[in-house]
Each structure stands twice: as structure tokens, then as C-alpha cells.
């Protein structure tokens, strides 16, 4: 039975039913008695396999078909009227194709299926910052997920009212046929068609298409900002607490930051980490001319490779219970889960990720094709198992940034840290990242590409406009954040990482938030601030960068090198994307950083005054 009179819910829902035929619509009303339901039908079909009750209670495992492990870049469409505001950096289909392809595709699909109808909020129901969506899916998992990485039920529709407005979202699975694969964004019409997968990305469509996609839209049409970002506190020994927005790439390293916990002699100083999101940031221009910000989602949809206890405790400890696992191995011996990185020893009985018998003895790590679990296999946890969740997650106000950090996964050429001079310089660094690709979307894993604010695969139109509205927003923010952009991932000549990252990313955080506050100097150099070796805290690193060879003062410094050659080259190669691309609608503010670097980098004889 429909639990709304909401005229536009309804038609949005009939229209869908109509479409696809499905035997029967079921409403999400977000009950614990509904939820307990859908999860015994789904073991019983196969869908989940449900995990040892004492170990990891309310958990459960989910294999996706083979080839749908992650997202499809090239199957993902902006589909604005006209090409231009959809920009050269995404895929575009004029509306009226997309649909008409899509209905084609979708028509008749639920037949002899269940359609489920699931309304779901972005944030905190009833808070100022948030934004409704009703996704129909013929996807049990869909649904799981859904409840656990939003807010879900009939307090969305209360909240909606008669009349309220929403994004609509249909979900087709249909026989997962990857040739016919296509996730459709409709910003004009606040309307996403996912059909033929049921892999996270693609398909909760609350996450990358809703919260960034079509939410980037929104905001620069209403002057906010949605972010590829985690959000984490720092609570200083003193008890202050300062905030921290930070958009790496897909898989490079949110979680991890997100839930850092400090090394033991910071702990024993009192400082704490804790964590407000891990992957999406919505911001907005606040009365007192600060940054804030909220987190949309609801849990964690996080990489399981290399999360362990002593990498990644509290994501570790989130997956716990209520977690749905996705593409990991399973532990027959216990019917736990595990995956690389997981522990040193390998499990003797395990279920590889395609649901076949693992071979612990074949094992090789760099062999992705011996592994037990999928690169990009994935936990979707509740926010509210991790430890270190942040009072202000869940709440209705949101938090004042203090710093935005950019970064991406370099193997040379980006320091460690450094500063940008301005907030428009910080727009630039922005623009300008750059980062190996991961497993996170489909296609080759390791290749350097132009990802600019990690949001390459997520910005709803034009990147040209998307860097504008970066520019004009900090004309709208009276006390802006310092912009940083951090590398944790440089490695030596025999691929090693040079810098030991995770917890220890917190001597860096403490570097970047003396420089907010003005207490610590900066060595200015071509590209900004670049930090003096001797202020970043190596004290007490126990790790080694090779055999024998431990972290110190010059290891730290090699990190920390400009080296001008390679960073001309850098300016050469981004100028060409810049003007390969977006080229007539990057905005001057930026030209004119790349101009700078250029000067900046010149060789010593012919430097022209580096401007600031
Ligand atoms: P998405 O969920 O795809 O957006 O990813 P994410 O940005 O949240 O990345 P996540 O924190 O899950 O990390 C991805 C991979 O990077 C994992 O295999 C981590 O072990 C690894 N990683 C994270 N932080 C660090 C770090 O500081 N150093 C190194 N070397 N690896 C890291
Ligand atoms: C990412 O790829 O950045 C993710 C996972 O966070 S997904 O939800 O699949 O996009
Ligand atoms: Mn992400």
C-alpha cells in the first residue's frame, strides 16, 4: 500500500511500475520488522549468505556478477539539453535518447519481480541541509544498502508532505547485461535511470549519482558546494576541536584519513580524531562567513583490501555487525569474511570472490587474478558502529571547515604537503590534481589521469562552470579555509612507498593546522608553501622504507622536495588539458596560477619575481 499522498511520489511510482510491469510494489517504511524480512528472503534466494551470528552479527556476504565490480565511467551519461552544459569531461546523451533508450531497455524488466519503493534522505531528515529521493529498484540488495548508507522510510515521505519535491531514481537490474549498462543523469528533471547492474556506485543511487552528481548541479545553481570529500574533527589536548574536508580520488585513501587514529605519543597528548563522513561533503557559505559543512550519508561504503586492524581500526570495528559485505572472500571454516591485507596469514578454507574454492598455495599479491577477494570488493557498514563518530554526525547543525586538503595517488613529482598561497591558487592545485587510477571504477588500474578535486568521474556539468563556481564561492566566503594538497603515496625506485601514511598522516594534519591557525612558518616555493622539514613531527616513527633503512630527517626531506624540472612539466602538460578540453571556460583566476607556476618554475637564470 502506497504511504503517501504525495501526487508527485505516486505518479513517479506508477509511471515506474508501468514501465518495467513488476508483480508486486512494495514501500520501504524503513520498519526494523520490514528490513529483518527482506534479509531472510534474500538468504533464502541466494542473494546474501548470512555470516556467523556470534562473530559478525546482522552481517552478511553478496557476490555481484563478475563483470560488475565496480563503476562504468563510460556508461555513465550527463544528460543535459543542450551538450555543452554536460562539458567535455563527462559522457553526454540528449535527454529525450537517454530516455527513450533506457525505457527500452527497462520496459517489461520487473516482471515476475518485486518493485521496491524506497524514500530516502540526504542528511539528517527534517535539517536544513537535507534533500529527499525516492529510489524504485527491483534490487533486494539495493534496498539493504540503501538502509544502511541513508535515511530511509516513512519519516522521508512525513518530511516530503503532500507536495515536496524529490529526486527520482529508478533502478532496473535487468539481466546485468554490461553492453546495455548505462547510468543516466537527468539534472534538468532532478531525475537518474540506472539500469543492467547492481554494483554499489551504480546503483545506491542516493551515493555518486544523487549526493555529487546531480547534487553539483543543484549547487551551483544555488551557490553550495557537493563535494567528493571526507570530513573529519581534530580535538586538540586543549579541548578545541577544528574541522578538516578532504577529497582524495576513489580509493585513495578517505576511509583510512576519515578514521585516522594519531600515534600513541599524540594520544597521550590528547589529541583525537574523529570522524563526520568518509566520502561525500555538502557545503555552504555560513552567517559568520565560514565554510560548513555536513556529511549526506548514512554509513560507509568502504574498501575492503587492506583494511585491518593496525591500517584501519575504527573502519575495521564499523564492519563489525549490520554490515553488508560485497565481493570479499568468505572464511568457510568460521563463515567469516576476509580479504588481502585483512591479516598476514592466509585462511586455509576460503570462497574467492566469484564464489569459487581459494587456493591459498597460488597466492601471489601482485597476481590480482590469485586474490580472494575482489580489489575493489567493499563493506557497507552503519556510521554509527564506528568508534570514533563524531557527535556531529547525525546532528542538525553543520561544521566549520578550517581546511580543505587536496590530494591523489603520485608516485613522484607532489611533495608531501604543501600550501596553496590564496583561495584561488587553492582552486588551481585543485584543478590541477592528478592520480592514478584505481579499481574503484572499471578499466586499467595504475594510469595517471587529470582528476581535478577528485571529482572527475562525479561533477554534473561543466568542469569549466564547476571551476568558476569554485572561484566565485570564495568570493562568497569572508573567512575561507586554507587549501592544502597532501601525497601520501610518493614511492622510491623500486615502487616502495617513501612516507609510512595512515595513522601517521597526523604529523602532516598537525603541520596543516598550525598553518590555519599561523603558529608554524612555511618555506615559499613554486608550486606554495612547502612545510620545513624540522617542523613535521617524525619523533617516535618507527617504520622502515625499505629493508633496514628507517624513516628520518632526510627520508622526510626527499619527500618534501620541489623539484622545478618535473613541475614545468607538470604546468606544460596541465596547460594542454586545460586547453585541450575545458579550455573556454576555465576561468582567468586560474590561468593566471598557471601562468605563475610556469614563472615559477623557469630555470634559475631566466626567473622572472615570482608574483604572490
Ligand atoms: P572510495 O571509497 O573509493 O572513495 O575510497 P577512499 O578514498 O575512501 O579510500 P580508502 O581510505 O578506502 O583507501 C583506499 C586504499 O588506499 C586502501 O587500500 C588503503 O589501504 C590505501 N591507503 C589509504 N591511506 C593510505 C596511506 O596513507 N598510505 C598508503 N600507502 N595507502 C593508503
Ligand atoms: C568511489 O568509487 O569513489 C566510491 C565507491 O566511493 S562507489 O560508491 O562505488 O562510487
Ligand atoms: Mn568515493
Redesign the pocket.
Given at each position: 500500500m502506497a504511504l503517501t499522498k504525495n501526487k508527485k511520489v505516486l505518479d513517479f511510482v506508477n509511471e515506474s511500475a508501468e514501465l518495467t510491469q513488476p508483480d508486486k510494489i512494495v514501500w520501504i517504511d524503513g520498519s526494523e520488522t520490514q528490513i529483518k524480512k527482506l534479509k531472510e528472503e534474500a538468504v533464502k534466494s541466494g542473494e546474501l549468505i548470512k555470516l556467523n551470528e556470534d562473530l559478525l552479527p546482522d552481517c552478511y556476504l553478496h557476490r555481484t556478477k563478475v563483470n560488475d565490480v565496480a563503476?562504468v565511467e563510460d556508461r555513465t551519461f550527463i544528460c543535459t539539453t543542450k551538450k555543452e552544459d554536460a562539458g567535455p569531461i563527462n559522457y553526454w546523451m540528449a535527454p529525450s535518447q537517454a530516455y527513450e533508450l533506457c525505457s527500452e531497455i527497462a520496459r517489461g524488466s520487473m516482471k515476475g519481480r518485486t518493485m521496491y519503493v524506497i524514500p530516502y534522505s540526504m542528511g539528517v531528515v527534517g535539517s536544513e541541509f537535507a534533500k529527499y529521493g525516492i529510489e524504485v529498484t527491483d534490487s533486494i540488495y539495493v534496498v539493504l544498502n540503501m538502509n544502511i548508507m541513508t535515511r530511509v522510510g516513512k519519516t522521508v515521505l512525513d518530511a516530503l508532505g503532500k507536495d515536496g519535491d524529490f529526486i527520482k531514481g529508478l533502478h532496473a537490474k535487468c539481466d546485468v547485461n554490461a553492453e546495455k549498462r548505462y547510468i543516466m543523469h537527468f539534472p534538468e528533471d532532478n531525475a537518474i535511470i540506472s539500469v543492467n547492474s547492481a554494483y554499489?556506485?551504480n546503483v545506491?543511487l542516493g551515493?555518486?549519482c544523487f549526493a555529487l552528481r546531480i547534487a553539483s548541479y543543484l549547487g551551483r545553481n544555488e551557490g553550495w558546494l557537493a563535494e567528493?570529500m571526507l570530513i573529519l574533527g581534530v580535538t586538540f589536548p586543549d579541548g578545541e576541536k577544528k574541522y578538516v574536508a578532504a577529497a582524495f580520488p576513489?580509493a585513495c585513501g578517505k576511509t583510512n584519513l576519515a578514521m585516522l587514529i594519531p600515534p600513541k605519543h599524540y594520544r597521550e597528548k590528547g589529541y583525537k580524531i574523529e570522524t563526520v563522513g568518509d566520502?561525500i561533503a555538502w557545503l555552504r557559505v555560513g552567517e559568520d562567513g565560514r565554510l560548513w559543512a555536513v556529511n549526506p550519508e548514512n554509513g560507509f561504503?568502504g574498501v575492503a583490501p587492506g583494511t585491518n586492524e593496525h591500517s584501519n581500526y575504527n573502519a575495521l570495528q564499523s564492519t563489525k555487525k549490520g554490515t553488508i559485505f560485497t565481493n570479499v572472500a568468505l572464511n568457510t571454516d568460521d563463515m567469516t569474511v576476509w580479504w588481502e591485507g585483512l591479516s598476514k596469514e592466509l585462511p586455509e578454507h576460503c570462497i574467492d570472490w566469484t564464489g569459487k574454492p581459494w587456493n591459498p598455495a597460488k597466492f601471489d599479491k601482485k597476481d590480482k587474478s590469485t586474490c580472494a577477494a575482489h580489489p575493489n570488493s567493499r563493506f557497507t557498514a552503519p556510521a554509527a558502529n564506528c568508534p570514533c563518530i563524531s557527535e556531529k554526525f547525525g546532528s542538525l547543525e553543520a561544521v566549520p571547515i578550517s581546511a580543505i586538503i587536496f590530494g591523489g595517488r603520485r608516485a613522484s613529482t607532489t611533495p608531501l604537503v604543501y600550501q596553496a598561497r590564496d583561495w584561488n591558487h587553492g582552486v588551481f592545485i585543485g584543478s590541477a590534481m592528478s592520480s592514478e587510477t584505481t579499481a574503484?571504477?572499471a578499466g586499467a588500474v595504475g594510469v595517471l589521469r587529470h582528476d581535478p578535486m577528485a571529482m572527475k568521474p562525479f561533477t554534473g556539468y561543466h568542469m569549466g562552470d564547476y571551476f568558476a563556481h569554485w572561484v566565485n564561492m570564495g568570493k562568497k566566503i569572508a573567512n575561507p579555509p586554507k587549501i592544502f594538497n597532501v601525497n601520501w603515496f610518493r614511492t622510491d625506485k623500486d615502487g616502495n612507498f617513501m612516507w609510512p601514511g595512515f595513522g601517521d598522516n597526523m604529523r602532516v594534519l598537525e603541520w596543516i593546522l598550525k598553518r590555519c591557525d599561523g603558529t608554524v612558518d612555511a618555506e615559499e616555493t613554486a608550486i606554495g608553501y612547502v612545510p620545513k622539514a624540522e617542523d613535521i613531527d617524525i619523533s617516535e616513527l618507527d617504520y622502515e622504507i625499505c629493508k633496514g633503512k628507517k624513516f628520518d630527517l632526510k627520508s622526510l626531506k626527499e619527500i618534501l622536495v620541489v623539484d622545478k624540472e618535473k613541475w614545468a612539466k607538470e604546468a606544460e602538460e596541465l596547460e594542454g588539458y586545460y586547453n585541450g578540453t575545458i579550455k573556454d571556460r576555465i576561468p582567468d583566476e586560474l590561468w593566471q596560477s598557471l601562468e605563475t607556476l610556469k614563472n615559477n618554475c623557469k630555470p634559475a637564470e631566466k626567473t622572472e619575481k615570482a608574483s604572490k
Open positions: 563503476r554499489g556506485g545506491l551515493k555518486k567528493h576513489s566520502d561504503f574503484a571504477a
